[in-house]
């Protein structure tokens, strides 16, 4: 079975991921672990704080691909240069980019953008609107050149979207419709799957086929049933799988996936296809 995950940081990426045992933010990750589902030992994530121990985690889950996510916000950044690092010789890993026109100015996000593609190799574009200081909704106008810069050049939009948002109203997978019906041609891939406003996205990818989710760690969670029946519809080509790791298991996420009902006839899509044909391999 290939299968691509999605959504995979190592511990040493940051604090945030629980690089530090012992301190505050590893004991939230552990408690994270526990709030999605983790079922067992909820300290696996440990396994990670060492490149060795990352890539054997993907190794054992016997992975085609794991997409290691970039971050640049206030509060967070990610460096691209240390996810290309991560990424850099290991085939079974690609990298996405993390940016933020209202830090880097508009015109240093998009020559950030083609560095990272081009000389980084790194395989697409993270954005946090709403983490932004101030907050943003995602079709805000300061956005759309680079949109149209991405939509030009075919590299395909991670939006980060979910409850740990600082503020919920920004959660609102609403504002994807002008994006999506000014720019068809731009992948917008929906991380967290604008949970717990899943009938919402849905709404909107029903309309707009180049909007795609990855709920990652929160289709276990309750209220995420309409992402299996959607699936199992008109969803099949928009769905892909991701694991969400360290706050979940790899293998244990995919043995969840798999029992959650979705169709034998779109798994494979689910699980790799659709995956695949975003990043065109």
């Known amino acids: 079975m290939n299968v691509i995950d999605m959504r995979c940081r190592p511990a040493y990426l940051h ?8 301190n505050a933010a590893h004991t939230a990750a552990r408690w994270l672990n526990r709030r999605v589902g983790t079922r067992g030992d909820d300290a696996h994530f440990e396994r990670s704080l060492t490149a060795k121990g990352f890539l054997a ?9 794991a997409v290691v996510v970039g971050r640049h916000t206030p509060a967070q950044h990610l460096p691209n240069d240390f996810i290309h690092q991560i990424v850099h010789g290991h085939d079974e890993l690609l ?39 101030p907050a943003r909704h995602p079709d805000d106008p300061l956005y759309f050149p680079v949109y149209e810069h991405l939509a030009a050049r075919g590299i395909p939009l991670f ?21 999506a019906r000014t720019f068809p041609n731009l992948k917008i891939v929906c991380y967290h799957g604008y949970w717990p406003n899943v009938d919402q996205l849905l709404g909107v990818a029903f309309r707009y086929e180049n909007i795609l989710a990855v709920p990652d760690m929160y289709l276990f969670l309750p209220g995420s049933a309409a992402f299996v029946q959607a699936a199992n519809g008109f969803l099949g080509d928009q769905l892909l799988f991701g694991s969400s790791y360290p706050f979940r298991p790899i293998r244990q996420s995919i043995d969840d996936f798999l029992a959650l009902g979705f169709k034998e006839s779109v798994l494979d899509k689910l699980l790799y296809g659709n995956a695949a044909r975003l990043f065109d391999l």
């Open 159 to 179: 939006l980060m979207s979910g409850p740990t948002t600082p503020d919920p109203a920004f959660n609102d997978p609403g504002r994807l419709a002008k994006i």
């Open 15 to 22: 604090d945030f991921f629980g690089a530090t045992p012992g």
């Open 57 to 65: 985690e993907v190794r054992d889950a016997r992975l085609s691909k």
């Open 95 to 133: 990298g996405i980019a993390g940016i933020d026109p209202a830090l880097q100015g508009v015109e240093g996000a998009v020559e950030e953008i083609d560095r990272a593609v081009d000389r980084l190799g790194l395989a697409g574009i993270d954005l946090e609107p709403g983490f932004g200081e």
